[in-house]
């Protein structure tokens, strides 16, 4: 069964310290979301893209973060420099655009980050 | 600004107890309602939906009740497991283009055998 794939699961930083995640959506998938969900929270949508283009960046905190899916396939975010209120988990999400699942999102495990 | 309202925080049954989970809405707009189940160290995965113009959908043990003129809807599960023990969050989509999830704050659920 196809997964979204995310790495690394778990990393620790120090603030001021850039961070980068992975994301690799189901393949054929041509929407992608990143969310940040605080522990004892549900998932927040940071950015959507729609294959290479940004969908919704407006709760993405560009001062610091970055986003981008450069050939519509995989994804990489981006902190710099990392704050303490960043620790949280950061996940990716992919569906596909357009028919009767369009509307399922799957999710990858997710990567932890702490930053101290 | 909360759109999706869930409770309760947390909830523990019995094995074979009937656990039920509540959220509401405000946002009219919101046309599809999903239930993400969400086990520890992993993402979440869809459990079961459910669209506004029916009032209930069953899915092997997983009910969703929906009340749309209260703006209500909620998820019961039938002879819960401990296999069950997990958080649960609800969701709401905005009809259009985008197809964004808003997400309750979640129900973590212990099922005790």
């Known amino acids: 069964e196809a997964e979204v794939a995310q790495s690394p699961r778990y990393k620790i930083t120090e603030k001021s310290q850039a961070v980068a995640f992975w994301c690799d959506p189901i393949?054929?998938?041509?929407?992608l979301y990143w969310y940040r969900q605080i522990l004892g929270q549900g998932p927040e949508l940071l950015v959507q893209f729609q294959d290479e283009s940004v969908v919704d960046d407006s709760q993405l905190p560009k001062d610091r973060f970055s986003a981008e899916r450069l050939k519509g396939v995989d994804s990489t975010l981006k902190i710099q420099p990392a704050e303490l209120g960043d620790s949280a988990m950061y996940l990716c999400?992919?569906?596909?655009?357009?028919?009767?699942?369009?509307?399922?999102?799957?999710f990858g495990p997710g990567t932890r980050l702490l930053v101290l | 600004q909360q759109q999706v309202k869930q409770s309760p925080q947390s909830l523990i049954v019995q094995k074979g107890g009937i656990p039920i989970i509540n959220c509401a809405y405000e946002?009219?707009?919101?046309?599809?309602f999903p239930w993400y189940q969400q086990f520890p160290g992993k993402g979440p995965a869809l459990l079961i939906a459910i669209r506004p113009d029916v009032s209930e959908k069953k899915e092997g043990r997983f009910t969703i009740s929906f009340n749309k003129s209260a703006k209500q809807f909620s998820l019961h599960i039938m002879d819960s497991q401990p296999g069950d023990s997990a958080t649960y969050f609800c969701a709401a989509v905005v009809s259009g283009s985008a197809r964004q999830l808003t997400f309750g704050s979640g129900t973590q659920l212990t099922v005790l055998p």
């Open positions: 393949s054929g998938h041509a929407t």
């Open positions: 999400a992919s569906s596909h655009l357009g028919g009767p699942d369009q509307e399922t999102q799957y």
């Open positions: 946002n009219t707009a919101f046309d599809y």
